[in-house]
């Protein structure tokens, strides 16, 4: 008799059970927190931007290179390549590159100007100097540094340096600037030595990332890389124009500091050290634009575009 009462009992308190908790969950619920906030996509990063998440570039490091199709302009990185810098610095001021000519496009790869006929001499400027292919020893950990979080295949470690994309490897105690659209490097020949800046190209192309840390990389273009990628291609090897007449003249090259103010070109550059920039390259990583169902929770140092633009235009409200 009373091992029959058991299941009753049990069935008893399994029904009080289930009285409660439908009591339960007919009763208020509590407050459920505001939706989160959708996160800004690039162009919304860039819209909230203060003027202090940009820098203008130094005026001793923009090259002007004006030919008859529009004004190229270039940023020097002295920090990278010191002395290719200086070089290029005096083969300006002594008017190397005025009515030289771009001389060669090879697409999908680079654009080249220089002397194509090696018919000048310069008056002040080297003709050869040591390759500076990287930054080595104790400068390297000095260099303002902000690495992306992801793997690239051909460093260890990317990201950006002052603006400029670049590469690290700490524990090799070496940093080199990376070959990505729109980086100027300098023309060489097989012999390390052979390079001075007198013969310059951009790459108009897919990263030729092989070239890193064999070319002495000394900076980017800012503006005109929709001139150098446009012009006509070379016919004949390696994208060299076969005949002279072929090649795209250069009226001049002007360093900006040469300049008086109210001649230079007031650009801006986002910096690359801010809480703004690591806004930027979260929203680049994970697009969040309407166009795109699966973003790709991944950056490359070549796919992280660096904004630039004019002085005025990059007045705005601060991030928030």
């Not at 009591?23 to 202090?52: E, F, I, R, W």
């Not at 302009?73 to 002395?83: D, K, Q, S, Y």
């Amino acid at each position: 008799m009373r091992r029959s009462m058991v299941p009753a009992r049990l069935a008893a308190a399994a029904l009080l059970c289930l009285s409660i908790t439908a009591h339960a969950a007919d009763g208020p619920k509590p407050a459920t927190s505001a939706a989160a906030k959708p996160a800004p996509t690039s162009a919304d990063v860039l819209a909230a931007a203060s003027a202090t998440d940009w820098r203008q570039p130094d005026p001793e490091n923009l090259l002007y290179m004006d030919l008859a199709q529009g004004r190229v302009i270039i940023e020097l990185a002295p920090a990278f390549a010191p002395a290719h810098v200086d070089n290029i610095r005096k083969l300006v001021r002594e008017g190397w590159f005025d009515g030289l000519a771009v001389d060669r496009v090879q697409d999908n790869y680079v654009t080249q100007w220089g002397d194509a006929d090696n018919s000048r001499t310069p008056k002040t400027a080297q003709t050869k100097l040591a390759p500076e292919f990287v930054v080595r020893g104790a400068a390297v950990a000095k260099l303002p540094f902000t690495p992306l979080p992801d793997k690239d295949n051909y460093a260890p470690e990317t990201g950006f340096a002052d603006g400029f994309p670049a590469a690290r490897d700490l524990k090799g105690q070496q940093a080199w600037l990376v070959h990505c659209y729109g980086m100027v490097g300098v023309g060489r020949d097989m012999a390390l030595d052979s390079g001075s800046g007198a013969e310059l190209y951009a790459v108009i192309g897919q990263a030729p990332r092989h070239l890193d840390r064999n070319i002495t990389v000394v900076g980017r273009v800012l503006r005109g890389m929709e001139i150098l990628s446009s012009l006509p291609r070379g016919k004949a090897a390696m994208g060299f124009y076969d005949k002279p007449e072929d090649r795209i003249p250069i009226t001049q090259v002007r360093l900006a500091a040469d300049l008086p103010a109210d001649q230079r070109e007031n650009l801006v550059v986002l910096r690359t050290d801010t809480p703004t920039w690591a806004a930027y390259v979260e929203a680049r990583r994970n697009r969040r634009e309407e166009f795109f169902p699966v973003p790709a929770g991944h950056i490359d140092v070549c796919n992280m575009p660096l904004p630039v633009r004019t002085m005025e235009s990059a007045q705005a409200k601060p991030l928030r």
